[in-house]
C-alpha cells in the first residue's frame, strides 16, 4: 500500500503519466497532466506540447495554459483558462461568449450543451475553412474552465471528437 502511494506520489510530482489506447479504435497515445497548483488534471495525446511561458513574460498568465497540439495535416493550440466558479448556467453562457468575442467570425456562433461529468457545460465552434475554432466552458465545482482549440484549416470529425475526449477528461483535484 505504501508503495503504491508512493509511485502516485512520484507521478505527481512530475506531473505527467502516460497510456494507451485500449478500446480498439485507433487512438493516440495520452499522457495525463496534473497540475496541484491550479487544482486539475487532463489527458491529452502524447504528441501535444505544453508551452512553459516563462513568467517575466509580458503573456504569463497565471490563470492559463496552453499546448500546441501535433495533428496529421493540422497545427493548433489548446488554450486552458482557470477562473472562479460562475454562479448560473447564464453566467457559463455569458463566460463562453465573452470568450468567442475575441475572436469574432462571420457567422453567429450557436452553443450547445456538452456533457461533463464535472457539471454544466457548454460548447460551440466557430471560425472560417482556414481557421477553426471549438470552445467549451464548464462550471466544475471548485472553478469554471474555458477550454478553446484552434486550428490553422477545417476541423473535421476525427478532430472533434479527439477534443470532446480530451475535455471530457477534465477533473478538479
Known amino acids: 500500500m505504501q508503495l503504491a502511494a508512493l509511485l502516485l506520489a512520484i507521478m505527481c510530482i512530475t506531473g505527467c503519466i502516460t497510456r494507451s489506447a485500449t478500446d ?3 487512438l493516440p497515445e495520452e499522457e495525463l497532466y496534473i497540475d496541484a497548483k491550479l487544482g486539475f488534471t487532463i489527458l491529452h495525446p502524447l504528441t501535444w506540447t505544453k508551452i512553459n511561458i516563462p513568467l517575466a513574460s509580458p503573456g504569463y498568465r497565471a490563470d492559463r495554459l496552453r499546448w500546441n497540439l501535433s495533428e496529421r495535416s493540422n497545427h493548433g493550440s489548446m488554450l486552458i483558462r482557470i477562473l472562479p466558479q460562475v454562479p448560473s448556467a447564464e453566467k457559463l453562457t ?9 475572436r469574432p467570425t462571420a457567422a453567429e456562433p450557436v452553443i450547445e450543451p456538452f456533457q461533463h461529468t464535472l457539471g454544466e457545460a457548454l460548447t460551440t465552434t466557430s471560425g472560417k475553412d482556414e481557421s477553426m ?8 465545482q471548485q472553478h469554471s ?10 476541423l473535421d470529425e476525427d478532430q472533434r471528437e479527439l477534443f470532446e475526449r480530451v475535455v471530457s477528461t477534465l477533473r478538479e483535484l
Do not use: D, M, P, T
Not at 455569458?94 to 475575441?102: G, P, Y
Not at 475554432?133 to 466544475?140: C, L, P, S
Open 24 to 26: 480498439g479504435k485507433n
Open 94 to 102: 455569458e463566460l463562453l461568449l465573452q470568450e468567442i468575442s475575441e
Open 133 to 140: 475554432q471549438r470552445h467549451f466552458a464548464i462550471r466544475g
Open 145 to 154: 474552465y474555458i477550454i478553446s482549440f484552434s486550428l490553422a484549416g477545417r
